[in-house]
């Protein structure tokens, strides 16, 4: 009898282990986001580190390993701004995709535009390891990866293999931007940065120029004034003389603002042991700094020159606040990692409603509202 009601307890067991198993898989394939933000993320951070599952996730989004997407972008969600058509205006940031190795699977997760780098002209290690460490209590991810680029040559012939590709998905309204840096061994800024134009130029459209990563010796010194002025005055000539009909728009302080990068600042309300690791902050503690920026960059250039926010975004609300600020466009990254790919549908499924909500028709003309309801109350 005891031998019999020990056989019926295991097979119980084995049945509802199964089944539990079963259950959990068919919440990962369909996408479901309180299972990935609340149990499948969590139990993946115990087990592997933030650059080992960095490396992992971008290799199984570029094989097409992703959840199911059923989401159809709604015409209100719809962007035209820098010359280009966005189906939405949820883009993936710099940094997740160093080497432009994941581009399909990541429109494939419902990004309306992806950014791929940094890249540097030369291949280069970037910083020492550990370089990428997780704030789980803030929810927040410190880095200072330093720049680690396969280099100018890998990535165009990753880029240039799918070159049609991209023409269909940037006719549709799924562009491509590529961002731009400089060796960390490099004398010449100008000439790094000219060389990633004439070689990336033509497959995207719209590039970065990013002079402000906190990882690489000496990159914040290019944001003077003058250093900036020549930095650009360069990069636009070679803008310029590329071939193509279409010149894509370079993005700093000329045609684009992306506002903001990561931040070297530590905010007093941080929590978690790995608060004081060197290198740049993103995720929450960023969103109000970088919201606020947004704001003020929109005030300086009157509204005139589009803004990409960037920061803290991990909802519908969030990215509403900055384009209510002044952005046109938002990327995220750091939500990715703990709420899973799930996140990006429903910060455009919330971004849908409270467009409504709040008597918008679309995206554009949330932009700056913040601004013209207080000119309207002055």
Known sequence: MAGRLKKQLKDAVKVISSGS?????????VGDERFYANQLMPLLQRFVGPETAHVLAVKMIGLGLVPLNRYQDPASLEVNV?????????????GFDKHGEAVDGLYKLGFGFV??????????????????????ADQAVINRYGFNSCGLADVRTRLKAREKTQQECSSTGLPLGINLGKNKLSHDAAADYSEGVR????????????????NTPGLRDLQGKAELRQLLRTVLKERDALQEIQKPPVLLGVDGLMVSNTTVSRPEALQDPHKSEAGGLSGLPLKDLSTKTVSEMYNLTKGKVPIIGIGGVASGQDA?????????????????????????????????QLLKDQGFSCVSEAVGADHS??????
């Open 21 to 29: 198993l079963l259950f959990a898989s068919y919440l990962t394939v």
């Open 82 to 94: 820098l010359g280009l058509k966005f189906k939405n205006p949820v883009g993936i940031a710099a």
């Open 115 to 136: 950014e791929v780098g940094t890249i540097t002209p030369k291949p280069q290690e970037g910083n020492p390891k550990p370089r990428v460490f997780r704030l789980t």
């Open 199 to 214: 070689a990336l130029g033509p497959l995207a459209d719209y590039l970065v120029v990013n002079v402000s990563s906190p």
């Open 320 to 352: 509403m606040d900055k384009i209510r600020a002044g952005a046109s466009l938002v990327q995220l990254y750091t939500a990715l990692t703990f709420q899973g790919p799930p996140v990006v549908t429903k910060i455009k499924r919330e971004l849908e």
């Open 373 to 378: 309801e207080a000119e309207g109350k002055s």
